[in-house]
């Protein structure tokens, strides 16, 4: 059996395997295998799952995994501030209340909600 020739310093001998230049690091949507797309993947089966499929899910998994990347970038970044993970947030929790409408086919008007439970709370102790 003869060995493989040496490899240039350097370069990676294929039968070791490959680091990617991304390896460890958040990256981007574009590529599926980046820690971004699978932590937005990962939100949109486990915490959106019950909303249906589409791009309205799809964008909010997508902003609330930027804001779970900014969040652990805080104090390395200074361009990563509680501000910019707040605001992030609240988009994701809009694209989130369009998720809700979709799905029970009317907003939830949390003012007009809360004046009805009064008024059955008040009938009940009649």
């Known amino acids: 059996m003869?060995?493989?020739?040496?490899w240039p310093k350097g370069k990676p001998s294929p039968?070791?395997?490959?680091?990617?230049?991304?390896?460890?690091?958040?990256?981007?949507?574009?590529?599926g295998r980046s820690r971004l797309s699978a932590l937005a993947r990962r939100i949109e089966r486990l915490e959106l799952g019950e909303y249906p499929a589409g791009p309205a899910r799809r964008r909010a998994a997508q902003l609330l995994a930027l804001a779970e990347m900014t969040l652990s970038r805080i104090g390395s970044d200074p361009r990563a501030t509680i501000r910019r993970v707040t605001a992030l947030i609240a988009v994701a929790d809009r694209f989130r209340a369009r998720l809700e409408v979709s799905r029970n086919?009317?907003?939830?008007?949390?003012?007009?909600?809360?004046?009805?439970?009064?008024r059955e709370k008040a009938n009940a102790g009649r």
Do not use: E, T, V
């Open 105 to 118: 086919g009317h907003h939830q008007d949390f003012p007009a909600r809360l004046a009805q439970l009064h």
């Open 15 to 31: 039968l070791r395997g490959i680091r990617h230049d991304w390896a460890g690091q958040w990256g981007g949507f574009d590529d």
């Open 2 to 6: 003869s060995r493989p020739p040496a």
